[in-house]
């Protein structure tokens, strides 16, 4: 088994030692025992016909053999089914197997009372404004223009939509009452304090639409203009729980359907939102503004990887896209690289969501399209495009393709997106689209597509050299020490935690090789695996957000730094070979991993019935051209970067 490198490493595996996994997944998935093992019907996908999902309690892990094959620990299991953060699942299972978490520091506990203040002033603050919406005489325009939507009293309650009145002080006097100061008011972004120390109500005369985030609790306000005045709608200010480049309006609502579904559906205006919602179509969520960041694909890959981008067919709507590029642009800002539209489409490759297009009819934004045809919009989501094939749509529209100067702008343009896509199999079939859409010939664009891949995996190598500081010697001093694959895989943690474009570099590294992307389940303990999965969605550990870093996986981490940073720094600017060390890292992790699943699949197999074993021959043997692949790319080319840190098992 693995060892203890951390205090945060031993509570985790203290929780999970005294909970059953068997008990936990099987309070929601029937099992039916198999020899040693369970087996039952996957929950995270559709099946009904092949029990393809299987619990081992002598590892305490469960694994799908089908569709989803994912599989994971106890943690993986409860945040993958309730749709939770790894901090939230171990409050959840600390609770349950009554682990005492570490005791929170004094600046800890400060900050978490301020925030939840904070909650309770916008909580009340959304209960006055209800009232008033509901009851006050002067909300009538209110509940005219709400009328006039076509907004069921029921979605007004389940919003929990209201209304700020006129006056300068209604909501201050209200919550001073309540015993908030105006410190905490103005905190929360309710009042605006003048320079002179009076304050006053920041939304006045205005719907007011609560945000929510994720868990439900209000963290802050749309509020639209009734009566023409600019602007039409205000938002609250940056808040410590409104960051309004990160928040998703009606996520709390949508979750629970987007998991169901498998899709979310992302449009644009709080209405659009609402009224899908008061439809039936529960998996819709808003983008406050019309851009869309990568802090918010990330909070949605949470439950779905299938996201679909509703746009109007209008150029405001292809504005949208453009501006979702330009802040995919600025995720980016440390490379002096243009980016164009590739934007959307590496960002997409490499935070692993399929992203897609869905383009409404002239004229129409969603909220017209739903009222007037609920089926059609159901058919736009199902049929929306991969966002490739959308914007090489796009580009052709736009260049005259008769015209040898228009196929010459079309190809220049189309070969940053296309080298941008990082599956190779899925990149050759665009690029052969791409040039029968222009005519032009594929071996020119292929060829233009290699120039643009040559910059991209340099970028990024020169870029992984960039963050990683400091000398080769280090890298000859000394060796992990422990269990060969833990060594690797608290290497690789340790250089993915500090060099933020390595990740995507080993994703096309593996793409080129066949095989599917590292991923957490590719770690063999449930702290790497947090860890993993913070970096992937968070980025390097000095960006991670203050209130989204679990304490215990920031100590885990400063062990792991304290033991393998000297190992992990030290290459030279211009040499790959620092990245490929990284690889090799992360094919010995997936050797582990695949050996591992290829047992346990053959444990289970010798106890399936012959009518099912058909399946999950083809599974293994999937697992077994995968593992060949890897012990191929591993054993047999020498290895590009010389002699690796880890001597060969
Ligand atoms: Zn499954």
Redesign the pocket.
């Known amino acids: 088994m693995t060892r203890n490198v951390s205090t945060g490493h031993s509570v985790i595996e203290e929780i999970k030692s005294r909970l059953d996994i068997v008990e936990i997944v099987g309070e929601t998935v029937p099992l039916r025992r198999s020899g040693k093992n369970y087996i039952g019907f996957?929950p995270?996908?559709h099946?009904v016909r092949t029990p393809?999902?299987a619990v081992f309690p002598d590892t305490q892990t469960w694994r799908?053999f089908?569709?989803?094959n994912?599989g994971g620990d106890v943690f993986q299991f409860v945040m993958k089914r309730d749709g939770l953060s790894f901090s939230e699942a171990l409050r959840v299972l600390a609770e349950r197997a009554g682990v005492p978490l570490a005791p929170k520091t004094p600046e800890m506990e400060a900050r978490e009372r301020e925030r939840a203040r904070l909650r309770e002033a916008l909580a009340a603050a959304a209960l006055f404004y209800q009232s008033r919406l509901l009851e006050s005489p002067e909300a009538e325009p209110a509940r005219a223009y709400l009328a006039d939507r076509g907004l069921a009293r029921e979605t007004i309650e389940r919003f929990g939509l209201g209304y700020s009145p006129g006056a300068w002080h209604a909501l201050l006097d209200y919550l001073k009452g309540r015993g908030f100061s105006t410190e905490e008011l103005r905190a929360a972004g309710l009042i605006v304090v003048r320079e002179d120390g009076t304050a006053f109500d920041r939304f006045r005369g205005r719907l007011m639409i609560p945000i929510r985030d994720p868990q439900g609790h209000v963290i802050g306000f749309g509020a639209r203009a009734l009566s023409g005045e600019e602007p039409k709608y205000l938002n609250s200010p940056q808040t410590p729980l409104f960051d309004k480049s990160a928040v998703l309006f009606a996520l709390d609502l949508a979750r629970a359907e987007i998991r169901r579904t498998g899709t979310a559906v992302i449009v644009e205006g709080y209405f659009d939102a609402i009224m899908a919602h008061q439809a039936g179509f529960a998996n819709v969520v808003a983008a406050l503004g019309t851009s869309l960041s990568e802090a918010q694909l990330r909070q949605l890959r949470r439950w779905t990887r299938r996201l679909v981008l509703a746009l109007d067919a209008d150029p405001a709507g292809m504005h949208a896209v453009l501006k979702g590029i330009a802040s995919a642009r600025e995720a980016f800002a440390e490379t002096s690289l243009e980016l164009g539209p590739r934007g959307p489409v590496r960002l997409s490759g490499q935070i692993g969501v399929d992203l897609r297009v869905l383009t409404l009819p002239e004229g129409m934004d969603p909220d017209e399209l739903i009222r007037r045809d609920p089926q059609a919009w159901a058919r736009a989501v199902e049929t929306a495009r991969p966002v490739v094939a959308f914007l090489l749509d796009y580009l052709a529209a736009r260049f005259p393709l008769e015209d040898p100067k228009g196929k010459a702008a079309f190809a220049r343009e189309a070969a940053p997106i296309l080298a941008a896509i990082p599956d190779p199999i899925e990149r050759a079939v665009y690029i052969q689209q791409a040039a029968r859409m222009a005519r032009i010939n594929e071996r020119v664009l292929l060829e233009q597509v290699a120039g643009r891949r040559m910059e991209e995996t340099k970028r990024v190598s020169r870029k992984a050299s960039a963050s990683a500081q400091a000398s080769k010697k280090a890298e000859k001093e000394r060796t992990p020490r422990g269990d060969a694959v833990t060594g690797a895989e608290a290497m690789l943690l340790v250089m993915l935690g500090q060099a933020p474009d390595l990740l995507p570099y080993l994703h096309v590294r593996f793409a080129e090789l066949g095989l599917d992307p590292l991923s957490e389940e590719d770690f063999s303990n449930s702290t790497f695996r947090a860890l993993f999965r913070n970096i992937a969605e968070l980025g390097p550990v000095e960006e991670w957000p203050e209130e989204a870093g679990e304490p215990l996986l920031r100590t885990a981490w400063e062990r792991l730094l304290d033991r393998y940073g000297g190992l992990a720094r030290g290459f030279d600017p211009e040499n790959v070979r620092w990245a490929e060390n990284a690889v090799r890292y992360a094919l010995w992790i997936r050797e582990r991993q695949l050996k591992e699943t290829i047992a346990n699949l053959h444990a289970l197999m010798k106890e399936i019935p012959e009518d099912h074993l058909r399946e999950f021959m083809e599974k293994w043997q999937q697992l077994a051209v995968a593992l060949n692949r890897v012990q191929r790319s591993l054993y047999r080319r020498a290895p590009q970067g010389g002699r690796p840190f880890v001597a060969e098992r």
Do not use: I
């Open positions: 996957c995270f996908h099946n393809a999902f799908c089908g569709a989803c994912t």
